[in-house]
Antibody, heavy 127, light 112 residues
Framework: EVQLVESGGGLVQPGRSLRLSCTADGFRLGDYAMSWFRQTPGKGLEWISFIRRNAYGGSTDYAASVKGRFTISRDDSKNIAYLHMNSLKTEDSAVYYC??????????????????WGRGTTVTVSS | QSVLTQPPSVSAAPGQRVTISCSGSSSNIGKNYVSWYQHLPGTAPKVLIYDNDKRPSGIPDRFSGSQSGTSATLGISGLQTGDEGDYYCGTWDSSLTTGGHVFGTGTKVTVL
């Protein structure tokens, strides 16, 4: 069965760090781009970060709200993607999800959409 | 902060049809394809529509998508109690150096 499992969430104090893991099962992580998202209570989904396949350079990008504090990475040999979160703030408290991103080539462009998601891991930033 | 606007909620009786709108601009929906995602309580989100109007395998044809200009629409016909949850439109943000996703504000579907 194709699935993603997030782990590493928990309670952390403001200013500290945390590393989330996203383990792929049933497929090769290296064949796909990956993203991280989060959802705060009562609010919608917010995209956080994206990483391309290493075959396409493994480039990354971030939402403005986390740029400079969060880092996305991948270890295809372990089938795991990571989200390293530094300088955490109370507003970073959320359920964090990872997703598998499908590349859709078009005539003069391309785009990605998410076809597999995990169930999420909860991060609480509080003193 | 979502740049795609959806109605906060829609509701209908079982068997009825609902539509959810997604309003964007020429810099997002106007130049990129739209996907739709279903997020039911306690479950992982699921893609319902990609490429504006295509359904992945396993998604019933009760779900349909369309796009026109800077707006997109998700239709759910034959509404079922199991459809209750949150629905999000999304598109690709090619304005970033590498790229990323943008989501709609989300719509809660309630089956009366």
């Amino acid at each position: 069965e194709v699935q993603l499992v997030e782990s590493g969430g928990g309670l952390v104090q403001p200013g500290r760090s945390l590393r989330l893991s996203c383990t792929a099962d049933g497929f090769r992580l290296g064949d796909y781009a990956m993203s991280w998202f989060r959802q705060t209570p009562g609010k919608g989904l917010e995209w956080i970060s994206f990483i391309r396949r290493n075959a396409y350079g493994g480039s990354t990008d971030y939402a403005a709200s986390v740029k400079g504090r969060f880092t996305i990475s991948r270890d295809d040999s372990k089938n795991i993607a990571y989200l390293h979160m530094n300088s955490l703030k109370t507003e970073d408290s959320a359920v964090y999800y990872c997703s598998r991103d499908v590349l859709v080539p078009k005539l003069h462009s391309y785009y990605y959409y998410m076809d597999v998601w995990g169930r999420g891991t909860t991060v609480t930033v509080s003193s | 902060q979502s740049v795609l606007t959806q109605p906060p909620s829609v509701s209908a009786a079982p068997g009825q049809r609902v539509t959810i709108s997604c309003s964007g601009s020429s810099s997002n929906i106007g130049k990129n394809y739209v996907s739709w995602y279903q997020h039911l309580p306690g479950t992982a989100p699921k893609v319902l529509i990609y490429d504006n109007d295509k359904r992945p395998s396993g998604i019933p044809d009760r779900f349909s998508g369309s796009q026109s200009g800077t707006s997109a629409t998700l239709g759910i016909s034959g509404l079922q109690t199991g459809d209750e949850g949150d629905y999000y439109c999304g598109t690709w943000d090619s304005s970033l150096t590498t790229g990323g996703h943008v989501f709609g504000t989300g719509t809660k579907v309630t089956v009366l």
